[in-house]
């Protein structure tokens, strides 16, 4: 009854910028930490950005300074950005939420299908 829905990805030129969003739906009472991970090719997953409840953000190492993540509660919403995007920012790009559904008690962790960026001329 949770479904978290990625969009934005696809192709986008070396330097250039991308504007991920992540809309979470369904029966949720609350929603405490959201976030995005990737994970390319030979690689392991990595955290991007994940963002509190209350705003408060927290970058992986390789992309620091580069990106943004915000979101808008009323919207159950996350967003990515960023910026001077390589060819090693290849990667599927994944949603996450910590969500208390509505009924029960506790936060678990919902997750998105994915959403593809490629960075290539």
């Known amino acids: 009854q949770v479904q978290l829905v990625e969009s934005g990805g696809g192709l986008v030129q070396p330097g250039g910028s991308l504007r991920l969003s992540c809309a979470a739906s369904?029966?949720?009472?609350?929603?405490?930490?959201m976030g995005w991970y990737r994970q390319a090719p030979g690689k392991q997953r990595e955290l991007v950005a994940d963002i509190s409840s209350g705003g408060f953000p927290n970058y992986g190492n390789s992309v620091k300074g580069r990106t943004t993540i915000s979101r808008d509660n009323a919207k159950n919403t996350v967003y990515l950005e960023m910026n001077n995007l390589n060819p090693e920012d290849t990667a599927v790009y994944y949603c996450?939420?910590?969500?208390?559904?509505?009924?029960?008690?506790?936060?678990?962790?919902?997750w998105g299908q994915g959403t593809q960026v490629t960075v290539s001329s």
């Open positions: 369904g029966s949720i009472f609350s929603i405490n930490a």
């Open positions: 996450y939420a910590d969500i208390r559904r509505i009924g029960l008690g506790v936060h678990h962790d919902y």
